[in-house]
Structures are given as C-alpha cells and as structure tokens.
C-alpha cells in the first residue's frame, strides 16, 4: 500500500511554477564579436569598458506597473546615460535593437511626436556613474510591456541637450524573454 503523503504530493510536482513577476539578468559588456553572442555588449569601450558590469531587475508585481532598476559597475566615471527600452535585440550592429519600446506605438517612425516619444509612453532612465563609474537608476510606468516586444535596454551616450537626449548607443543589454 502507497504512503499517503506519497499520493497526495504527486500532482503538485507536476505542476508547472508560475512565471516570477520579478525578472533579474546579470551581465559582462563584451564586445559583439565575442566567441559566444554577448548578453550585454559594449559599442563604446571607452564609455563601457569590456568586462564592466550590469544588473537588471524588473519588477512586473503590482498589476499594470513596471519597475526597472539598473545597477552598473566599471563605466566610465562621472558620467550621465541616457538609457531606454528598445524593441529589437542587440547585435553587432547599434541599430539592431530597434527604436524605444512605446506602450501606446507612435504610427510614424520614428517617433518625434511628444505625444508618443515622453516618460509616460517610454521607459527611459538617466544613469549617472560615480568617480568609480558605479551607478544605479529606477524607473516605474504605469504599464506593461506587451510579452516578446521589450527585447533589450539600450544605454546611450548622452548630450549636452539634457539627460533624455539620446546620442549614440554605446551598450546593449539583451533581455530576458
């Protein structure tokens, strides 16, 4: 005769785990000829030296919200990124991860209209390294990324137009699906 507790537990191992609604990648900038593909690459060595670090959390846990928070070590000091969620993935080419990733999709590409391009639409932060080039910045919209379209997190360099503008890519950080 089986145990009983045998018996009753059997079900709930098979049962698949929920999806955690906190997500955290850990990364090394390489470049994007490294032998194996990059979870994180670095455009700009000077800006993200290779070997400097990343932290990604996401934090999907109160409905209808998204929290990033991104934590670096080993960037260039003093510094300010502009950094945004882009809907493509990262690749050898800066352009491959695509525009910012908008809640509500601008039709025309790419998105200049301040209805779509703003902080409520984009998921946009400005990282600022210390004389050490550590960092960290959080940001929270009022929203979730549609599933599969929020592919990587792009730091820019940044320009003398303020902490949103943009500037060149000068790292990618491939996100987890």
């Not at 601008?106 to 391009?117: E, F, G, K, L, R």
Request: one cysteine or more; hydrophobic letters at 40%.
């Amino acid at each position: 005769m089986p145990a009983p507790f045998a018996t009753a537990l059997l079900p709930l191992a098979l049962l698949v785990p929920a999806a955690s609604p906190v997500s955290v990648l850990e990364a090394h900038f390489d470049p994007a000829t490294a032998f194996v593909p990059p979870a994180a690459i670095s455009y700009a060595e000077d800006l993200v030296p290779y070997g400097s670090r990343a932290r990604v959390v996401t934090d999907r846990s109160e409905p209808g919200r998204t929290t990033l928070t991104l934590t670096v070590a080993g960037l260039a000091p003093d510094h300010e990124f502009p950094v945004h969620l882009h809907t493509g993935d990262c690749g050898a080419d800066p352009a491959s991860s695509g525009p910012h990733y908008q809640d509500v999709v601008d039709p025309v590409q790419p998105s200049t209209d301040p209805a779509y391009a703003n902080e409520r639409n984009e998921l946009r932060l400005v990282l600022r390294t210390d004389a050490g080039g550590e960092g960290t910045a959080r940001a929270t919209v009022e929203w979730q990324p549609r599933p599969g379209e929020a592919r990587s997190l792009v730091v820019h360099a940044g320009t003398p137009a303020g902490p949103h503008a943009a500037g060149d890519r000068v790292a990618c950080v491939k996100l987890a699906r």
